[in-house]
């Protein structure tokens, strides 16, 4: 049997992959653009600080230079900063050339040295150093200070965050693709079992008639007229085990569709339950009202089979002595609106949109896919809708079928 929803199962699951690759390209693409830009305004701000220094080496007052630099200029700088000479020698005994860099204070000179050089060198491969000149009198320029500046903590923070994001949506991606194949393996079990359950319950009503008729046969083998029409009567229940045969095989392929009138195909079906109604041992009147000439475009062996599922449906959630089943049809202008109301025990509100999912089912037995099957039939073959209009519990419940025309 081929079912629906593989092909779109395959592109939800495309889709979700490539919305997932988007945000994380789009993400990363952001990203990059941010820490650039970060990038770039730090390298203002040594420049900045390089020009401070120049100003400091060149003014006549220097006292004043200096405190302006230190005040507005070195205290807000938040990233890692070292000072060289110009052959990127390194003062030791400067503290000051060494600005947020995180030092272990129990290291031997050497090896602080040797660090600080190694950590100049990852510097200037990320960033070039700022030179900062002196103009001598005869206009000579020399580099007085090589100014290395590495990424501060924020712009670390922000090279790494787009690929945690890629790692979480990858993370997602997995997560949801397994939960997403679990609950389809749920629903194709589900399927399955209730596929026999619904096999097991169509076959049941015609099945349990004949054993019926067999048995009043027997008692009234004698009787010609009796024979005659117990004869009749097995041969209808013999053709609906032909009609269900002939819909399972209709599952999966598209149905032929040819114009109706509702009313003749639905009391077809009345009919035939009105005569059987004594031997489900319920007290049940079944009503059929509406439009006698109301006419739409419906495969009638699948179209009965949906009202035998709804009428069915109705038999079991009967409970009381006196059961009532009606069904109204009403002829508008642009559809046919076909509702099959009951007096059992209704659905509860949080319960009514499960009762279309395959495999839901309220009892040990049945309807774990005849009202899936229904939907399918209304909704896939016959493009129109079928729902829950009205259900409460102990008041029954409203099926409302809507065809177009």
Not at 138 to 161: C, M, R, V
Not at 240 to 259: A, D, M, Q, V
Not at 327 to 351: F, M, Q
């Amino acid at each position: 049997m081929k079912m629906s929803g593989g092909p779109n199962t395959v592109r939800i699951k495309i889709a979700l992959l490539v919305i997932a690759l988007a945000i994380g390209v789009g993400t990363l693409y952001y990203t990059n653009e941010l820490v650039h830009d970060l990038q770039k305004r730090e390298r203002q701000i040594v420049q900045f600080f390089a020009k401070g220094l120049e100003h400091v080496a060149n003014s006549t007052d220097m006292n004043s230079d200096i405190t302006f630099l230190l005040e507005n200029i070195i205290k807000p700088i938040d990233f890692p900063v070292i000072l060289t000479d110009s052959e990127n020698r390194i003062n030791m005994e400067s503290p000051a050339d060494i600005k947020n860099v995180k030092i272990d204070t129990t290291m031997p000179k050497e090896k602080l040295k040797v660090f600080l050089e190694d950590m100049v060198k990852e510097m200037d491969a990320t960033n070039n150093p700022i030179l900062v000149k002196y103009i001598t009198e005869t206009a000579d320029t020399l580099i007085l200070t090589k100014i290395h500046y590495g990424d501060s903590e924020l712009i670390t923070k922000l090279k790494y965050f787009p690929y945690v994001q890629i790692i979480i949506a990858a993370i997602f991606i997995v997560t949801g693709y397994i939960g997403f194949s679990q609950i389809k393996r749920s629903e194709q079990s589900n399927i399955w079992v209730g596929m026999a359950k619904e096999t097991a319950h169509q076959f049941g009503t015609p099945l349990s008639s004949l054993m019926g008729w067999i048995e009043l046969l027997k008692m009234d083998y004698n009787d010609p007229v009796k024979v005659q029409d117990i004869t009749e009567e097995i041969e209808n229940d013999v053709e609906k085990l032909n009609k269900i045969t002939n819909r399972f095989s209709k599952i999966g392929s598209k149905p032929e569709l040819t114009e109706q009138n509702l009313h003749e195909v639905t009391t077809q079906i009345t009919e035939y339950f009105t005569r059987r109604l004594p031997q489900s041992g319920k007290k049940v009147t079944l009503e059929l009202t509406g439009s006698t000439e109301a006419a739409a475009k419906i495969n009638k062996d699948l179209f009965i089979w949906v009202l035998e599922n709804l009428i069915k449906n109705s038999l079991d959630a009967i409970e009381q002595p006196n059961g009532k089943i009606r069904i109204s049809i009403e002829d508008h202008k642009h559809e046919v609106i076909i509702e099959v109301s009951d007096n059992g025990k209704g659905i509860g509100l949080k319960n009514r949109q499960d009762v279309f999912r395959p495999g839901y089912s309220t009892k040990r037995r049945g309807w774990g896919l005849g009202l899936s099957l229904a939907k399918r039939i209304i909704e896939v073959y016959h493009k129109g809708k079928i729902l829950v209009k009205f259900s409460a519990p102990g008041e029954g419940t409203v099926f409302r079928i809507v065809l177009k025309k």
